[in-house]
């Protein structure tokens, strides 16, 4: 575990700032001593006392990021840290896609947050100095569902490569973070057709459970702290177990 000042004197920025996971890597990053830059769609969003600095801006709306990144980088500086959070997806098979929910998820998963990304990641390697880290998804591992977001996720992975080759020697480290499942809002949907749904889902999970929040913002912080500084371009699971074998094989075929 960090220290206490692990991030003292550092800037952190970090979208999604306001939804589940979003608000234990604030929480996380300010009790370890960042001042924390918040990005979300709204004002509303931003509230926690955690943040220093609020943007507002739609990663599906390309005018609204590129206002932004200006005004975060004239009123902020340049970040010693960019934690890129937020997603969403809502198209959770093949059958649920159309040309205008491909064109979302990818817009908003990939297109979004690189157009935001890439002026910020471009001013650290100016700089000399700087980490990355990217939330993804298992879904870009493996198929678990939600096909146009795990594509979406998939160019993450590849992008957060792209820079930890080719921006290594300028003083940048990029990583990924593939969560699992999360108990956050996002499965209030779910939970609100079949209540019995969580139960189900654990018998996936070798842990025997989902992680948490508070389990994925710690792997975010390892990876974005001094304590990873000679990893670069690594995708770290977060999944309770999930992607690294099918358990009910085990318990259904093997031990039947």
């Known amino acids: 575990m960090g220290s206490k000042a692990e991030f003292e004197g550092k800037t952190i920025v970090v979208t999604g700032a306001g939804g589940g996971l979003g608000s234990a890597i604030v929480e996380l990053m300010a009790e370890r001593g960042a ?10 969003a931003l ?9 507002v801006f739609n990663l599906l709306d390309r005018a609204s990021i590129e206002a932004a990144i200006p005004v975060l980088l ?15 997806t809502r198209a959770e098979t093949l059958k649920a896609l159309t040309a205008d929910r491909i ?32 939330v993804s998804s298992v879904n870009a591992v493996a198929h678990f569902g939600n096909p146009a977001y795990a594509a979406a996720k ?37 939970l609100a057709k079949d209540p019995e749904i969580l139960g189900r889902l654990k018998r996936l999970y070798p842990l025997g459970r989902i992680v948490n929040a508070s389990e994925v913002a710690e792997a ?23 992607t690294a074998g099918y358990l009910p094989f085990i318990d259904d075929i093997l031990g039947a």
């Open 35 to 44: 001042r924390i830059v918040g990005c979300d769609q709204s004002m509303e």
């Open 47 to 55: 509230a926690s006392p955690h943040i220093a600095s609020r943007h």
């Open 74 to 88: 004239d009123k902020d500086g340049v970040p010693d840290i960019l934690i890129n959070n937020a997603g969403w």
């Open 103 to 134: 064109e979302q998820e990818l817009d908003l998963n990939l297109t979004g947050v690189m157009t935001f990304a890439d002026p910020l990641i471009k001013a650290m390697a100016k700089r000399g100095s700087g980490s990355v880290v990217f």
């Open 154 to 190: 998939a160019g993450i992975n590849a992008y957060a490569k792209s820079i930890a080759v080719e921006l290594g020697r300028a003083g940048l480290r990029a990583n990924v973070v593939c969560p699992g499942s999360i108990r956050t809002a996002a499965w209030d949907h779910r």
């Open 220 to 242: 975010i912080a390892f990876l974005a702290s001094e304590r990873a500084s000679g990893i670069t371009g690594a995708v770290l699971p977060v999944d309770a177990g999930l």
